[in-house]
């Protein structure tokens, strides 16, 4: 018999637990609810850079450091070059990611005769100052904190190295650099190419039995400096991957970006940042109009020019160009053909139109000239002598040739005429003095008349054998302009030799710096005149990119 009473107390029992299950399930329910909402909300402001990175099946794996980025996270504190690569550089320092380049200019050398000893040295050493250069007006370089000064790794703490060179708005262009080596410097391509250069060997495009003008076939060796060899420059024609070329000697600084040239050949005329690049732009002749399109920019040799002269050649260690192997063969056409006449002056020189007589008129510097005067005018713009590529030599006539009807009258060519027709000579003094151009202002800096840095040696007047010529000499230059020119490219050899020192873990030790000879400019590394202290290379195996990223 069962007990009625006792089984309905039974089934109430249960019936409460089973509520009291349910109000403790919603309120385990509720809790995790609030509890999760909780870190949603922490998680929305918690800082990225304290979150973990997480990769997709498809993306790149966790990099572990490597020696090369920890010494270039150092040389970014300890030197004015930033040696991290950019994208790296930017995460360290909360910076966004760096903005890809509008485009990749090649930038090339010519290495076209070697000889021994210190005059290579030199030139090698400047091959990486010249990269260095380079580099820093490109869209890889990020200025040190302390800007304007580059300190030294073994120099007191206290030590500093200005320069005059003001930050200009950074470059929007990346940058290859590339070797044209003549088969006599083979020898010397491994070095280069340690540097971050592509090397090209390169026999010379036209030798002298090539040439059908007797003339030229007879004389082509004789010119200053390479004779026919100088034309492997024009292999920078052949760098058809870049939009843009720009042929350097070696002895060059650059001081700032060349963004502008860039912009204008790049870019069509109808395009704003063309337009505003060509208002910035400083010509030689600003009053004449603009070409509709652009294909290179260049400047004249001023100082081999002579007022009563039409022709004057183009500066060599400057040409900035647009690619294209047509452009290169009609070049090669023409030289073979060997249309030459000997001599200086009207009905001499590249089919008898003038292009004669001055240095370099049979090779490069008569050959460009020719080329975009006649073959294709309109295609190129000549820059303002004092900022591009910036010899820093005497613009005016001092004779000792027609002195009394010339004297002081600019070497260029007047552009004016009188009314009857003859060339307003009277009103060609309006040129700017090279020699005082204020060096902050100074695009790229052009080592010839203020001498080789690695020389060594002050650009004092030499004494001519012509004393006819000693008036001329005295008034070349400005010394102690070209000093302070000289100077900046020591501070940049200074902080390659730094950067360097540190991406190698100490390998490469940069020079003591204990010359005492004109310790103001050449900062130490020279000890007499000619008394240059070589660089040491980079390490056998080491990869530039340790310094620049790149």
């Not at 200005?162 to 929007?172: C, G, L, N």
Request: aromatic content about 8%; glycine content about 6%; charged content about 25%.
């Amino acid at each position: 018999m069962v007990n009625i009473s006792t089984r309905r107390e039974t089934g109430g029992t249960s019936s409460s637990r089973h509520r009291l299950r349910r109000i403790l399930l919603v309120a385990i329910t509720f809790l995790i609810a609030i509890y999760i909402l909780s870190l949603r909300l922490l998680l929305l402001h918690t800082p990225s850079s304290m979150l973990p990175k997480t990769y997709s099946n498809n993306g790149p794996p966790p990099k572990t450091p490597s020696s090369s980025s920890l010494s270039s996270t150092s040389l970014s504190s300890s030197s004015s070059l930033s040696s991290s690569s950019p994208r790296q550089q930017h995460e360290e320092e909360g910076e966004e990611e760096e903005e890809e380049p509008v485009a990749v200019i090649a930038h090339a050398i010519s290495l076209i005769k070697c000889s021994k000893g210190p005059s290579v040295t030199g030139f090698l050493d400047a091959a990486a100052i010249l990269r260095h250069s380079i580099h820093k007006n490109s869209i890889h370089y990020r200025p040190p904190r302390n800007n304007n000064t580059t300190s030294s790794a073994t120099a007191t703490s206290t030590e500093r190295v200005t320069t005059v060179i003001k930050a200009s708005p950074p470059s929007r262009y990346s940058y290859q650099m590339y070797a044209i080596v003549h088969p006599s410097c083979e020898q010397h391509a491994e070095v280069l190419q340690r540097l971050g250069y592509e090397i090209m060997v390169r026999d010379h495009p036209v030798k002298k039995e090539d040439i059908k003008g007797e003339w030229l076939r007879n004389h082509i060796e004789s010119e200053n400096c390479c004779g026919s060899a100088e034309f492997i420059k024009l292999y920078a024609y052949h760098l058809t991957n870049h939009p843009i070329a720009v042929h350097w000697d070696m002895d060059v600084a650059i001081l700032h970006p060349l963004d502008d040239l860039y912009d204008v050949m790049i870019f069509p005329p109808s395009d704003p940042r063309n337009a505003a690049a060509r208002g910035r732009i400083e010509r030689q002749h600003p009053e004449e109009k603009w070409p509709e399109a652009v294909d290179a920019f260049l400047t004249r040799d001023a100082t081999s020019a002579m007022p009563w002269e039409e022709r004057t050649a183009v500066q060599g260690g400057f040409l900035v160009a647009r690619p294209d192997v047509a452009v290169f063969d009609a070049y090669i056409n023409f030289i073979k053909e060997g249309n030459y006449i000997g001599g200086r002056g009207d009905g001499t020189g590249w089919a008898g139109l003038g292009y004669g007589g001055f240095q370099g008129a049979m090779a490069y510097q008569g050959v460009v000239a020719y080329f975009y005067d006649q073959l294709r005018p309109n295609t190129a713009v000549e820059l303002n002598v004092c900022r591009w590529n910036q010899v820093a030599a005497d613009v005016l006539w001092r004779g000792p040739q027609r002195k009394n009807e010339h004297h002081l009258q600019c070497r260029e060519h007047p552009r004016t005429s009188l009314p009857n027709g003859q060339p307003d000579y009277a009103s060609n003094t309006r040129c700017e003095d090279c020699r005082n151009t204020p060096v902050a202002s100074v695009k790229t800096a052009h080592y010839t008349a203020c001498k080789k840095p690695w020389e060594c040696k002050v650009a004092h007047p030499r004494v001519p054998r012509d004393k006819r010529q000693s008036y001329r000499l005295e008034n070349l230059v400005n010394v102690t302009y070209c000093m302070e020119l000289v100077r900046e490219w020591f501070v940049l050899r200074r902080e390659f030799e730094e950067a360097l020192e540190v991406a190698s873990e100490g390998k490469a030790k940069p020079a003591s710096r204990t010359g005492g000879y004109e310790d103001g400019y050449f900062l130490g590394y020279c000890h007499r005149e000619g008394g240059y202290v070589a660089m040491e290379p980079p390490p056998d195996g080491f990869d530039v990119k340790r310094i620049y990223g790149m």
